[in-house]
């Protein structure tokens, strides 16, 4: 028997609690699980977003575009940049967010996100 990654057991205690207000709306939840390029990164419901990350620990990565609200949803770039859409339902709005992962965008890695290494020379 193969043990659960980091970010199966994300998955599986949001999917088990999606009733919760705190955890966000359930079928947001489930819609983004359905994608498999979703269902590779770390999930983190939190304030009425879903957002997902590169990595499984803090500093998160915050470099990935998130779906904010219940149905209807909308998808915002990062820190909220921009706008990606609006009005949309939960599968509409995991499916723009795949749309706009980055092409580099693979399967969350444990730890925390790497910070950049400042050259001195």
Do not use: Q
Request: include cysteine.
């Amino acid at each position: 028997m193969t043990e659960e990654t980091t970010v199966e057991k994300a998955w599986r205690g949001i999917l088990e609690g999606a009733a919760t207000a705190r955890l966000g709306c359930p079928e947001v939840i489930r819609a983004a699980y359905a994608e498999p390029r979703l269902r590779a990164l770390f999930p983190f419901p939190s304030h009425g977003c879903l957002t997902f990350h590169r990595n499984t620990e803090f500093p998160w990565s915050n470099d990935l575009p998130f779906i904010a609200g219940d149905a209807p949803c909308s998808v915002y770039t990062p820190r909220y940049a921009e706008l990606l859409g609006e009005g949309l339902t939960p599968k509409a709005a995991a499916a723009l967010v795949v749309a706009h992962l980055p092409l580099n965008c693979g399967a969350a890695v444990d730890g925390p996100w790497p910070t950049p290494v400042s050259r001195t020379d």
